[in-house]
């Protein structure tokens, strides 16, 4: 293992079925879990390190994505794929049950390892999975992902990503996105944005989840939505989430990802909202 000078997170890898994962370990205590798809696990760390300060803190590069390397780059990312990875990272670490944070794809990873693995996490957070089989119009938002995913994979990298946010309903100028993803960009960033267009973000959000599993399971599970993502694609089907769930969705600090915008803040409300469990 290593041990990274810029903060305290200890560094190492997994290997496990068709892949190799990199994943950090921070501060001691019971386990969380802060996960996304595609997101890494360095979007994760301000908060992580908020967060070590009396627990241990597990990230992880989602398979596919950055360092977090395939034995077949051609293989899909599905949620039951990921839900598997991330129980044989909490099986390694022998700290579980664990407390799971996942944010948007994460998410999804997160409610298959509940309905996989039950007894693996005691407490989870689903933060604005964007379930969309959820939704009555989901016939449209299929057909919607399926046209943004063709666009991107024909070579319209901001033509794709407008149609993203349009869909999303996350408002973002059009001379932002040109400058986001437009001109030189890093080449992992490219290639992590490419596989996930072209083998992951339909997995993700056409994935069903089994509302009576989850409800059956020992793990406490809590819908989380942005205080700042009302009317977006991902509080309608959180809202349908917890709806299915019998119960109410709980807030958080931000939009979609808060954790990266105001990480005090979202920890602040995140040990208040652990607490209350």
């Not at 070579?155 to 407008?162: E, F, S, T």
């Amino acid at each position: 293992m290593t041990t990274h000078a810029t903060d305290t997170a200890t560094t190492a890898s997994l290997t496990v079925p068709g892949a190799r994962l990199h994943y950090e370990v921070r501060g001691e205590g019971p386990l969380v879990v802060l996960v996304g798809a595609p997101m890494d696990a360095a979007a994760f760390a301000p908060l992580a390190e908020l967060l070590a300060t009396d627990h241990t803190v597990l990230t992880t590069d989602p398979r596919g994505i950055n360092r977090s390397r395939l034995d077949d780059p051609e293989q899909d990312s599905t949620p039951e794929l990921r839900a598997d990875d991330l129980s044989r990272l909490i099986a390694h670490l022998d700290a579980g049950p664990a407390i799971v944070l996942g944010s948007s794809g994460g998410a999804v990873s997160a409610l298959a390892l509940v309905q996989d693995h039950p007894d693996q996490v005691s407490t989870l957070i689903a933060h604005e999975a964007p379930l969309i089989e959820l939704l009555e119009d989901r016939d449209r938002l299929r057909a919607g992902t399926e046209d943004l995913i063709a666009t991107y994979l024909a070579g319209d990298v901001i033509p794709a990503w407008q149609k993203f946010f349009a869909q999303a309903g996350i408002e973002i100028p059009e001379p932002v996105v040109e400058e986001m993803f437009g001109g030189e960009r890093d080449p992992r960033q490219v290639a992590d944005e490419g596989r996930w267009f072209a083998h992951e973000m339909r997995f993700s959000t056409f994935w069903q989840p089994d509302p009576a599993a989850l409800r059956a399971a020992p793990t406490r599970v809590l819908v989380g939505v942005g205080a700042d993502s009302a009317g977006q694609l991902c509080d309608r089907t959180s809202q349908a989430l917890a709806q299915a769930l019998g119960t109410e969705v709980t807030t958080f600090p931000g939009g979609h990802t808060g954790f990266t915008e105001t990480p005090e803040t979202f920890a602040t409300r995140l040990r208040a909202v652990l607490r209350e469990g």
